[in-house]
């Protein structure tokens, strides 16, 4: 893999890119556009993305603002407008490649929104689709009267930022039991989200959930997602798995698995079955 960083221009706000190119001796055959999780930050995703980079696809990562290493005040990406700016923008960056949407957590309810306008003729059509331990319900675990006066804040203090109360331990087994020493982590992510961009997101998920029939049928969709998950449950993501109208779709759930499954200890199950698909769908040689 070799990798690229660029800074670029989205609405007058200056983001941070990555892109993930194939080794020189591999040619591209797609690109990729990924959504990173509430949070997270590109280069988080590094290890997972090289699966795809040596079968010949170029990944695009944009840091959304106030995220990894894109300005803003952290949590806060602004609305919907600046997201489909990035869209766009990526979507430029694409060129005439045939290309893939996938996300994790906050980044597979993203790339769930991308497959959905895509089905409904607002986006191209994409090749292939992975999404990881959903964002579904961004509000589980929010009594609702705490989203009723978010709803009504948000208008009039759109930058105002709250705690998600994601840790680490509930994302990813470690040698220190849950406990991540890896610096670049302590130093890009963070577990603020705006409440505008909490209500957005909150909305998306009741969107996707009256919409998700729309999805390709034709277009291969992998949902991958950990039992054990505490911050997007695996009922939630086998319930929303099947409404979406994909004839072409798998659901891989890991027992015992946690929220990042390609991170931590006992990945190799999860890297296992992203490659079987993949075999199915993208094969290493076309």
Known sequence: MRVETQKIMVNGVTLHRVIMHPDLEV?????????????????????????????????????????????????????????EAVIHSSMKEVGEFPHAVMGHSMGGLLALRHLIAAGKGLLPKPIFSWVSSPLIDPAA??????????????????????STGVTSAMCRLTEEDGKSSD??????????????????????????QETASHAHEDVPLLMTQG?????????????????????????????????????????????NSLELWLDKVFPSSP
């Open 27 to 83: 040619p591209v055959r797609a690109v990729a556009i990924f959504y990173h999780g509430q949070g997270d930050y590109a280069e988080r995703y590094s290890e997972v993305l090289d699966v795809f980079t040596k079968r010949g696809v170029r990944c695009i990562i944009t840091d959304l603002p106030g995220h990894g290493r894109s300005p803003g005040r952290r949590g806060h990406v602004g609305d919907e407008r600046m997201l």
């Open 183 to 208: 610096r670049s982590i302590q130093e890009l992510w963070h577990r603020r989200v705006s409440l505008a961009w909490g209500v957005f997101l909150i909305k998306t998920g009741e969107w996707l």
């Open 227 to 271: 039992s054990d998950d505490l911050v997007c449950p695996a009922w939630k993501a086998r319930e929303l798995f099947d409404k979406l109208g994909s004839k072409d779709k798998s659901y891989v759930e890991i027992e015992g698995g946690l929220h990042e499954l390609f991170s931590g200890i006992g990945n190799d199950q999860f890297f």
């Open 141 to 162: 675990g929010r009594p609702t009267w705490f989203t009723s006066f978010v709803g009504i804040l948000a208008p009039a203090f759109p930058w105002v930022t709250v």
